[in-house]
Structure formats: C-alpha cells, structure tokens
C-alpha cells in the first residue's frame, strides 16, 4: 500500500461521503463501473477499491467509467492526478469524473487539469458532505467536477 494513500485514510475525514444527489446526477450522465477511492460502507458503484485494494497499485484501465472523490490531503490528490494521467495517457478508452476542491492557483491544476480536462464544472455554492448518508455542514472550500473523457479517442484522431 502506498504510503500516502494509508496515511489519509487513517484520518478523520475518510468517511466523509459523495452527496447522493450529486453523485446520482453523474452517474445518470456516465454509468459509473468504478468508485476507485471508497469504504465498504460508502461506496457508490459495484466495483470499488477500499484502503485494503489500495487504488494506486490497481489498473484502472479495466473499467470504463470511473468515479474519483479522493481523500483531499494534498499529497494524495498529487497521487491521484499522476494516476488519471498515466491512464489518459494509454491506449484507454474511458471516462474519469473527478471531484476535487476548486483550488485553481494550486500546480496541480496547472499540471494535470487546465488544457488537459475534457471538461471542468465548477459547483455553485459548497458541497455539503455526508456521513452514512446524512448530509452534515458545508465544506469550507469551493469544489469542481473534472472530466477526462477518451471515449471518442480513437474517433478524434482519425
């Protein structure tokens, strides 16, 4: 198991859940095969990845359309985008959905999302996370939905 990945989910926060309505409406849009950062208790697809799976060491490839809300340590979301990259950057054909604090002037949205997301969706207000599926005080920070989407690579570069 990776370090980082041990170290934030020994934290408080790894039961902090996906809101259900948000979640609900993406997956509406995406059909989500995997929830790659979860808990038994909180995952939100079929197949999913918990602290024992360690998502780092597995291949994301074998999944179409996968559902990321990573633990928010920086380390960690560092983890992460270096991860979605090296998927996009195979010969993968999927989607990636990503939420992630909307910290824009941070180097890793430089590096990894601005000119390389397919698309980046803002949220209006903040996110108020929930605990087994109650709701609990917003977040104290804005939050974004970041779209990898290699579905139509092969289509683009014909």
Known sequence: MSLSYKAIMTSDNQDWETPQELFDNLNNEFDFELDAFASDKN???KHFFTERDDAFQQDWTKYKSIFINPPYTSKVQDE???????????NWMGVIVLLIPARTDTKRWHD??????DDIRFIKGRL????????????TFPSAV???DLRNKEEVAE
Request: proline content about 3%; some cysteine; glycine content about 6%.
């Open 146 to 148: 970041i779209v990898y």
């Open 80 to 90: 992460v985008l270096k991860k979605i990259n090296d998927t996009i950057s195979s």
């Open 112 to 117: 990894y999302i601005f000119n390389k997301a």
């Open 128 to 139: 108020r996370f929930e605990v087994d599926g109650i709701p609990r005080g917003s977040s």
């Open 43 to 45: 995952a939100k697809c």
